[in-house]
Antibody
Framework: EVQLVESGGGLVQPGGSLRLSCAAS????????MHWVRQAPGKGLVWVSR????????DHADSVKGRFTISRDNAKNTLYLQMNSLRAEDTAIYYC???????????WGQGTLVTVSS | QSALTQPASVSGSPGQSITISCTGT?????????VSWYQQHPGKAPKLMIY???KRPSGVSNRFSGSKSGNTASLTISGLQAEDEADYYC??????????FGTGTKVTVL
């Protein structure tokens, strides 16, 4: 059974940093692109970042470019999102999702809540 | 990158068909056959319902179908059921290795 379990969320002050993790199991992690998607409270989904199977290529939304870094450790079957210079508008549930082999994001974690507030 | 435009809400009675539109531009929806649709129940993670515009993942009911015309993609739910009440989001590849989601549509079963 495919499982994605996020962790690392919490309360952080503006300007602070946080690293999210997503532990993957039930599939060959190293053969799938992985994504982060966020959802502010009561709002819609927003794509954040993606990373290639071997970590050699990464992409980020303009809103987080230069502040967030996606990475992965295929030996540990874990996806990461390093978030720096956090702002109030980064407050959201952060989901990790698997990029389907044939398109779409076919499996999602339950999400981890990040709150940026003083 | 601006969010794709979806109607805020759509409603229908059980057994009816409803269609949710997703309007983008010639830089995203219009340029690629890479639109996907997601269903999200309150407090739950999104679920993939349609990918590549019209393909259904294994396990998704054939009551859900997708299509595209120009810069607008559509999701049709036929034979509406109470369990279909949820939020629905479209998503498109937007070029330059980025993706964009729609504004979301709340489906209500009357």
């Amino acid at each position: 059974e495919v499982q994605l379990v996020e962790s690392g969320g919490g309360l952080v002050q503006p300007g602070g940093s946080l690293r999210l993790s997503c532990a993957a199991s039930g599939f060959t992690f190293s053969t799938y692109w992985m994504h982060w998607v966020r959802q502010a409270p009561g709002k819609g989904l927003v794509w954040v970042s993606r990373i290639k199977t071997d970590g050699s290529s990464t992409d980020h939304a303009d809103s987080v470019k230069g502040r967030f870094t996606i990475s992965r450790d295929n030996a540990k079957n874990t996806l990461y999102l390093q978030m720096n210079s956090l702002r109030a508008e980064d407050t959201a549930i952060y989901y990790c999702a698997r990029g389907g082999q044939v398109g779409g994001l076919d499996y999602w974690g339950q999400g981890t809540l990040v709150t940026v507030s003083s | 990158q601006s969010a794709l435009t979806q109607p805020a809400s759509v409603s229908g009675s059980p057994g009816q068909s409803i269609t949710i539109s997703c309007t983008g531009t010639s830089s995203d929806v219009g340029s690629y056959n890479l639109v996907s649709w997601y269903q999200q129940h309150p407090g739950k993670a999104p679920k993939l319902m349609i990918y590549e515009g019209s393909k259904r993942p294994s396990g998704v009911s054939n009551r859900f179908s997708g299509s595209k015309s120009g810069n607008t993609a559509s999701l049709t739910i036929s034979g509406l059921q109470a369990e279909d009440e949820a939020d629905y989001y479209c998503c498109s590849y937007a070029g330059s290795s980025t993706f964009v989601f729609g504004t979301g549509t709340k489906v209500t079963v009357l």
